[in-house]
């Protein structure tokens, strides 16, 4: 583990960190924390069969994996995570990770038991407290390059579209089956922030997405995606309710930050059902008609059929 004194000086800063350096060094890693301020520490974690990893981090992992799949066009899936480095001090964190991956299609690693693993650098960021805002900065094969731009400051945009979402493509099933890994990160990702949501199984049912004006369908950079979802633990006890998963991704070419934002929506009532069905355009084929156009979507609009008007929610996402 690098770490480097803070660019503007201050001896209370070092010395925290001159304290601390032994166990982050023996922690191994090539990681650089620099910049941080005086009130950041840093708090580091092997995993093992002793300790296994949190969740929470294991999701951040594949995150960090998503996305070198995504720009990089070799996907890895996760075996394990070897040890992180946690910020902490503030009400988010800066997870720094250290993982073994194998390469699904080949040239180093490949699926079987046996294969070798690759170790990827990773760092994942919270960005607002309990919440679905995600940004990856760096994920590279251990020893790559990264030549993207780091900012001091990083702005996220935290917004959901308005809902109810218009112009969707809905995803066919074959596409919805080949890309079944990261659209079950997403869901897992939007549970994990929600209080409310069941920690169980879930099937998905649909995917949804906004129409990309350059036609990338699901490999775009910069979309949101609609995932309705039931919870197996809803079936079993007998509550008939559909969940729809909002996330919106986006990529940054100068910084290289990946960001996810979602948000999750229970559809109960038999209202919200059929406002569930007017998103994916599959009851009958017919949309329901709504009382304000859709530029005036809001937590106020309202959408009508056979006389009822129900308010539209709000994603709760600042």
């Given at each position: 583990m690098i770490i480097e004194d803070d660019p503007y000086g201050g001896e209370t800063f070092r010395s925290y960190f001159l304290a601390a350096r032994k166990d982050l060094m023996e922690c191994g890693g090539v990681f650089k924390f620099q910049g941080l301020s005086a009130h950041i520490g840093l708090q580091s974690e092997a995993c093992?069969?002793?300790?296994?990893?949190?969740?929470?981090?294991s999701l951040y992992a594949r995150m960090g994996l998503h996305r070198y799949k995504l720009f990089k066009g070799r996907?890895?899936?996760?075996?394990?995570?070897?040890?992180?480095?946690?910020?902490?001090?503030?009400?988010?964190?800066?997870?720094?990770?250290?993982?073994?991956?194998?390469?699904?299609?080949?040239?180093?690693?490949?699926?079987?038991?046996?294969?070798?693993?690759?170790?990827?650098?990773?760092?994942?960021?919270?960005?607002?407290?309990?919440?679905?805002?995600?940004?990856?900065?760096?994920?590279?094969?251990?020893?790559?390059?990264?030549?993207?731009?780091?900012k001091n400051t990083v702005f996220m945009d935290t917004r959901l579209p308005e809902w109810p979402p218009v112009a969707l493509h809905r995803v066919e099933k074959s596409e919805v089956q080949d890309n079944d890994e990261w659209i079950r990160l997403y869901v897992e990702l939007a549970v994990a922030f929600d209080v409310s949501a069941s920690r169980g199984d879930f099937e998905i049912l649909d995917v949804a997405m906004?129409?990309?004006?350059?036609?990338?369908?699901?490999?775009?950079?910069?979309?949101?995606?609609?995932?309705?979802?039931?919870?197996?633990?809803?079936?079993?006890?007998?509550k008939s309710c559909?969940?729809?998963?909002?996330?919106?991704?986006?990529?940054d070419e100068d910084t290289g930050n990946f960001c996810l934002v979602g948000a999750i929506r229970l559809i109960e009532s038999a209202q919200e059902r059929r406002m569930f069905y007017s998103?994916?355009?599959?009851?009958?084929?017919?949309?329901?008609?709504?009382?304000?156009?859709?530029?005036?979507?809001?937590?106020?609009?309202?959408?009508?059929?056979?006389?009822?008007?129900?308010?539209?929610?709000?994603?709760?996402?600042?």
């Open positions: 093992d069969e002793q300790r296994p990893c949190p969740l929470q981090v996907k890895f899936e996760l075996n394990r995570v070897d040890h992180y480095v946690k910020s902490i001090g503030s009400a988010v964190s800066t997870y720094h990770m250290t993982v073994y991956a194998m390469d699904m299609e080949g040239g180093g690693g490949g699926g079987g038991g046996g294969a070798p693993k690759t170790c990827f650098e990773l760092i994942v960021s919270e960005y607002l407290a309990n919440c679905f805002t995600l940004m990856c900065g760096t994920a590279r094969i251990q020893g790559e390059e990264d030549h993207t731009k780091k906004d129409r990309n004006p350059n036609d990338e369908g699901l490999d775009a950079k910069n979309a949101t995606f609609y995932i309705s979802y039931r919870d197996r633990d809803d079936a079993w006890l007998a559909h969940r729809i998963a909002a996330v919106r991704r986006s990529f998103v994916f355009g599959v009851e009958n084929n017919k949309r329901i008609k709504l009382n304000v156009p859709p530029h005036q979507f809001s937590q106020q609009a309202v959408y009508s059929r056979d006389g009822e008007s129900v308010p539209w929610p709000s994603w709760g996402v600042a």
